[in-house]
């Protein structure tokens, strides 16, 4: 589900290119010294975002540094890290702990046994010191896992439970900018998750999996509506970062919330595009 809030490489300035990229391997680092190489493979665009969001308001002291990786081996990468980076790199955890966790008592999927057996220990020292984000995550997904199970079609409400968890970790401190930030993820989240599901039909038709979007699929304004949905999720979620005092690295945050989340979307189009003209170029005349 995560993956759809990132840059749009093309539009942005190559310094700029270059710290979101020393962002991403300083999420990628602080993974891997925390939680090991399990905890790596956690990573995601959209927590790299919460870093250089929370990093611009707060104005965190960000320490530079060079590293070498299995990804990198001859070149040291620029890394970029502050107390934010190990906040989200503990939410990364935690979140693909209970998302396992869910595969697993929901499925019954291997992967998600494995994933829960591996990560508990951690996730139970990263609930004790972010309880409450991870209490909002536990319920949001078994929630959402209810609404699954039920066959919800209400896509508000599925998509209301990623959007209260989102919120919850955008919440870095309970200050001021608390209900700024709450607002943000939440529609950004909302946003995720419609991307996310938008994104599946067409697999989830094919293979009878649930999606909350099959019955608004039957209708003639289906891409129609599905638009209307992600703007409205993207443009409640900008209107409330534009009330943030972010000035630091604001041209990368713009990037991803006015274009990169956007990246998805644009290719879905083209291959449905391009589909067409296939199969009316096989049309015999």
């Known amino acids: 589900m995560f993956g759809y809030v990132k840059i749009n490489e093309p539009e942005l300035k190559m310094k700029d290119w270059k710290k979101y990229k020393a962002y991403y391997c300083g999420l990628c680092r602080s993974l891997k010294e925390r939680h090991g190489s399990l905890g790596q493979m956690t990573l995601t665009y959209d927590m790299t975002f919460a870093v250089i969001l929370l990093?611009?308001?707060?104005?965190?002291?960000?320490?530079?540094?060079?590293?070498?990786?299995?990804?990198?081996?001859?070149?040291?990468?620029?890394?970029?890290?502050?107390?934010i980076t190990e906040y989200a790199a503990d939410m990364n955890v935690i979140l693909a702990y209970y998302h396992m966790k869910d595969d697993?008592?929901?499925?019954?999927?291997?992967?998600?046994?494995?994933?829960?057996?591996?990560?508990?220990?951690?996730?139970?020292?990263?609930?004790?010191?972010?309880?409450?984000?991870?209490?909002?995550?536990?319920?949001?997904?078994?929630?959402?896992?209810?609404?699954?199970?039920?066959?919800?079609?209400?896509i508000d409400r599925t998509a209301g439970c990623f959007g209260k968890l989102m919120s919850e970790l955008f919440v870095y401190r309970e200050d001021m900018w608390e209900e700024r930030l709450r607002k943000m993820g939440f529609f950004l989240g909302k946003f995720?998750?419609?991307?996310?599901?938008?994104?599946?039909?067409?697999?989830?038709?094919?293979?009878?999996?649930?999606?909350p979007l099959k019955e608004l699929s039957q209708n003639e304004e289906y891409e129609t509506k599905c638009r209307e949905m992600l703007c409205m999720m993207i443009a409640e979620c900008t209107a409330s970062f534009e009330t943030l005092p972010c000035l630091l690295d604001v041209d990368i945050l713009r990037n991803i919330?006015?274009?990169?989340?956007?990246?998805?979307?644009?290719?879905?189009?083209?291959?449905?595009?391009?589909?067409?003209?296939?199969?009316?170029?096989e049309k015999p005349i």
């Open 55 to 83: 990093t611009s308001l707060y104005e965190s002291e960000t320490r530079l540094s060079g590293h070498r990786c299995k990804v990198h081996p001859v070149k040291k990468q620029n890394v970029l890290r502050n107390e």
């Open 104 to 154: 697993w008592k929901d499925e019954r999927k291997a992967g998600g046994f494995a994933g829960t057996y591996a990560l508990k220990g951690k996730a139970e020292k990263i609930a004790l010191a972010y309880p409450r984000q991870s209490r909002t995550i536990e319920k949001e997904l078994s929630r959402l896992s209810a609404c699954e199970k039920d066959g919800c079609t209400d």
């Open 192 to 211: 995720i998750y419609i991307m996310d599901a938008y994104d599946d039909l067409e697999k989830d038709l094919k293979t009878g999996s649930y999606n």
């Open 257 to 281: 919330l006015y274009d990169g989340v956007w990246s998805r979307y644009r290719k879905i189009q083209e291959q449905k595009k391009k589909s067409e003209e296939e199969n009316h170029d």
